[in-house]
């Protein structure tokens, strides 16, 4: 009986409406990997050696566009905020820091591996990955249960619970296709080193998984050298390193990768309040880069790590889903009172304020902490997916014509102004370079004399310069030149002295 097993015809449309829309996704994250590299922006790491997995360098414009984001957060931390601070930690650190905050023993991931092919896989994600099959089919219900029971067992650590379910949903690995698994395994994230010459066990130490412990040892040092009130925050950026097992979608998960944190230390009992500032306060700073709101989302944790007593991500929709890009933790007194535990030092802070409930000083206390920590990377990312725009028309002849454009903020953008003499005689180099001369010691210009005017403005189009300025016949004569805006692709005259004026108020 063939149309027994036939599924129903609206629900084949669906699963086909599903697949078109997730391959023309895949297709447009596809794009913007080949862009990224194509235009300067990413290069897989010693590419010559065929790469390093989920290692990744940074080209000319993709180093340029990273700076300019990890100064926007930093200003926007430290000099917008009276009582946020900065420092920058090393990266190594005593090991003993991270058996204080937990990463020795906690910090793993469960793991399993495929028999057959070898694979390693991280056991949410196999789970996950087989309920969006589900879904695909239509098989609603069946994913959510799937997931509720993957969430259940998760939290009570049951491995044997979780290796039954793979199991009896068959799920199998997608390079032997086979169900032939190890047992669960917990797998520590942290790369290890030596430190000095004796390699004996005393001497192992780690690659830091996160910023934030650098924060927190420095906690007095900082407070007393700053003369910092509590509240009050420490803000950093830095390497952080896990050895992440399932490392993938391009520079979205990586093994080395940089975080831009801040801890805000605050009196015990007013968590609950800074936690909803923070919450607010960062996605704020997400919409200023005029990132519209609706991609945009918060998701609260559930299962919450170890040191917090609430947790919330900040998801970005990029094209391979929404995902998160930030996460904002309220980390209780944990991380101060474990190394004061661990160290014999006394991390607590003074509070002078009189306490109106009992007329007295809030005296001695380990003060409670709300963390922000975004990924810089992911924040690239995110930044080129907003940005990443191909566009087609067609011309008055009739004929097709297009770009591909990064329209990236005028403040972040790598390179602001770019200086088109538009022939390379008639004086005309001459006065672009005193105009590039003028403005370079402002922002980052770019000049260039080669090919037509036309392809010059796509290239800056691929790369998100916001603004070019064309030098031709008519400067010479009555000093104005032709300013030509990348998003509307509109030009206008104007006099060449407004010129750093004008780009200085857009990137500000
Ligand atoms: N100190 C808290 C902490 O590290 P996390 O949620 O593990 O929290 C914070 O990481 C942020 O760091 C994430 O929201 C993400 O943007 C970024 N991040 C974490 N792991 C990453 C990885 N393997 N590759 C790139 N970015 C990563």
Redesign the pocket.
């Known amino acids: 009986m063939f149309g027994t097993n036939l599924l129903p015809v609206a629900v084949v449309a669906r699963i086909c409406y599903l697949c078109a829309v997730m391959s023309i996704q895949e297709n447009r994250f596809q794009a913007i990997i080949s862009h990224a590299k194509e235009y300067g922006f990413v290069f897989a790491s010693s590419e010559i050696y065929d790469g390093l997995s989920?290692v990744y360098d940074y080209g000319p414009y993709g180093s340029e566009l990273k700076k300019n984001i990890r100064d926007y957060w930093w200003k926007s931390m430290t000099q917008m905020h009276d009582n946020i601070v900065g420092i920058d930690a090393a990266i190594f650190m005593h090991p003993t820091t991270w058996k204080a905050s937990g990463h020795v023993d906690n910090f793993s991931d469960p793991m399993i591996d495929n028999r057959d092919s070898k694979k390693r896989y991280r056991v949410d994600h196999l789970i996950e990955g087989h309920a969006e099959k589900l879904k695909d089919e239509g098989k609603n219900a069946e994913a959510d249960a799937l997931i509720e029971t993957m969430n259940k067992l998760l939290a009570k650590e049951d491995y044997a619970g979780l290796k039954t379910l793979i199991g009896d949903n068959k799920i199998a690995c997608s390079i032997s296709g086979t169900v032939n698994w190890t047992d669960i395994r917990q797998f520590n994230l942290m790369f290890s080193t030596q430190i000095g010459s004796v390699t004996d066990e005393a001497d192992t130490i780690y690659l830091r998984?996160?910023?934030?412990q650098g924060i927190f040892v420095n906690f007095l040092n900082v407070q007393k050298t700053a003369r910092m009130k509590v509240p009050f925050g420490i803000a950093q950026t830095g390497k952080?390193f896990?050895n992440?097992i399932v490392?993938r979608q391009f520079?979205?998960?990586?093994?080395e990768?940089e975080?831009m944190?801040m801890q805000f230390f605050i009196r015990p009992g007013t968590q609950k309040e800074w936690y909803g500032f923070w919450k607010e306060e960062r996605l704020k700073w997400h919409l200023s880069l005029g990132i519209p709101a609706e991609k945009y989302r918060y998701h609260d944790h559930v299962k919450l790590a170890h040191y917090a007593d609430a947790a919330l991500?900040i998801e970005y929709e990029f094209p391979i889903g929404f995902k998160?890009?930030?996460?904002i933790?309220s980390r209780t007194d944990f991380d101060l009172a474990s190394h004061q535990k661990y160290s014999g030092k006394k991390l607590q802070y003074f509070d002078n304020d009189i306490n109106e409930e009992t007329g007295k000083p809030y005296g001695n206390y380990v003060p409670y902490v709300i963390?922000t920590?975004?990924?810089l990377?992911?924040?690239f990312l995110l930044v080129l997916s907003q940005a990443y725009t191909e566009e087609t028309w067609i011309k008055e002849d009739g004929s097709p014509d297009g770009r591909t454009v990064l329209r990236i903020p005028a403040k972040i953008a790598p390179v602001k102004l770019a200086i088109l003499p538009l022939t390379k005689k008639d004086g005309l180099p001459e006065l672009a370079r005193t105009l590039l001369d003028d403005c370079r010691a402002g922002f980052r210009c770019f000049y260039e004399e080669k090919d037509t005017i036309g392809k010059r403005y796509r290239r800056q189009d691929a790369i998100g310069t916001p603004f070019c300025v064309t030098i031709d016949g008519q400067t010479k004569e009555d000093n104005t030149v032709t300013i030509r805006y990348r998003d509307t692709m509109q030009q206008e005259r104007v006099n060449i002295s407004d010129i750093k004026n004008i780009i200085t108020q857009a990137i500000n």
């Open positions: 989920a998984p996160e910023t934030a952080a896990r992440e490392a520079i979205f998960r990586m093994r990768f975080q944190e991500d998160e890009v930030e996460g933790h963390e920590s975004i990924g990377d992911r924040m």
